[in-house]
C-alpha cells in the first residue's frame, strides 16, 4: 500500500494533500495519483462496510477527495490531445446525489481522449433514456456511492429494453458498492469499484 493510499485509509487529511503536492511536484502522472487516491477511497469503502467507519468518516473522504482532484484536474485536461475517441454517457443514479465517484471517472475518460455528456448527479431514469436516445454514445455509466440505489440502476437497464435501446449501449455501474452480484441484479454489461477499471472498459468497447 503507498504512503498515499494508506493517508486516505486513515483520513489523514493534511499528509494527503502533502503527498499529493510532492507528488505533482515530482511529475508524478494524475492518472497514477487518481488511481492511488481511488485505492484509498476503497479501502475506506472496506472500513464503512465492516462497521469500523461511519457515514462520517465516509463522507469526509469524500471531502478529502474533492480537494486532491481540484488539484489534480487541472493536470489531467491537459493530459488530453483532443481528438475523441468515442463517447460515453455517465451520470450518479436517482436518489445519489454523490459525485466525487463519478467526477473522477469524468475527468479520466476526458484524459484519455473520450468526449464525455456528463448528466450530474440525481439522474432520473428517464434523463438516462433519452441521452442514450439522442446520442451515438456506446457506453452509460451510472454511479453511486448508496447501496440503496442497486433498484435505480435495475430500473435504468429495464427502461432501455421497453424503449428498445438496450442494444445500442453497454452498461457499466460504478462505485465501491458494486460486485460481479450488483451487475448480474441489475442486468448491466461491467462494473467496476475502481475509476481505472471503467476506463479500460471503455477503450475496450471502443477497440483501443
Known sequence: MSKLVDAIRELEENLVYKIVDEEIEKGVSPVDIVEDCNKGLVEVGNLFASGEYFLTELMFSVEIMEVVMEKIKPLLTASGDGVSKGKVIIGTVEGDIHDVGKNIVVSLLRSHGFEVIDLGIDVSVQKF????????????????????????????????????????????????????????????????????????????????
Open 129 to 208: 433514456v433519452d441521452a442514450v436516445r439522442e446520442s451515438d454514445a456506446k457506453i452509460l455509466g451510472l454511479s453511486a456511492l448508496l447501496n440503496t440505489t442497486y433498484p435505480v440502476m435495475k430500473n435504468v437497464v429495464d427502461a432501455l429494453k421497453e424503449a428498445g435501446l438496450r442494444d445500442k449501449v453497454k452498461v457499466i455501474i460504478g462505485g465501491t458498492i458494486t460486485s460481479e452480484q450488483v451487475k448480474d441484479h441489475t442486468g448491466a454489461d461491467e462494473f467496476a469499484t475502481q475509476a481505472m477499471k471503467g476506463i479500460e472498459y471503455c477503450n475496450k468497447i471502443y477497440g483501443h
